[in-house]
């Protein structure tokens, strides 16, 4: 699976749900998340898969900055979760496999918000 998005971050921080993350795109919903390519307060791009038959996994790395980037996030069973930023090869961060393939919900894909209003 691979998620992608342009984004720039104006400011983190605003929204008061207590996690130190925002969503970019996602999809899932109360009890069927599934994946999701976020950015943290400290302005790292993440990526984090649920639905599987683990708890998950989440990893995050690089930083955005205030300026445009483009942000790739994969996930397969054998490789695990990766992320990239800007086209590039390298990879800024890296978590293991999570298990099994993740499942598959009938929740819709949202852009910069997720369906609990985080």
């Known amino acids: 699976m691979t998620i992608c998005s342009w984004i720039?971050?104006?400011?983190?921080?605003?929204?008061?749900?207590?996690?130190?993350?925002?969503?970019i795109v996602m999809k899932g919903g109360l009890k069927e998340w599934e994946f999701a390519l976020y950015v943290y307060d400290s302005l790292q791009?993440?990526?984090l898969v649920w639905g599987c038959k683990t708890d998950g996994g989440d990893t995050w790395g690089g930083n955005l900055g205030n300026e445009w980037h483009y942000q790739c996030g994969t996930y397969s069973i054998k490789d695990g979760m990766k992320l990239y930023l800007d086209?590039?090869?390298?990879v800024v961060a890296q978590g293991d496999?999570?298990?099994?393939?993740c499942a598959e919900g009938n929740?819709?894909?949202?852009?910069?918000?997720?369906?609990d209003g985080q």
């Open 8 to 23: 720039k971050v104006r400011e983190t921080g605003t929204d008061k749900h207590g996690q130190m993350r925002q969503p």
């Open 107 to 115: 929740r819709p894909i949202f852009i910069a918000h997720r369906e």
């Open 87 to 90: 086209g590039t090869e390298k």
């Open 45 to 47: 791009p993440g990526i």
């Open 97 to 101: 496999n999570v298990g099994d393939p």
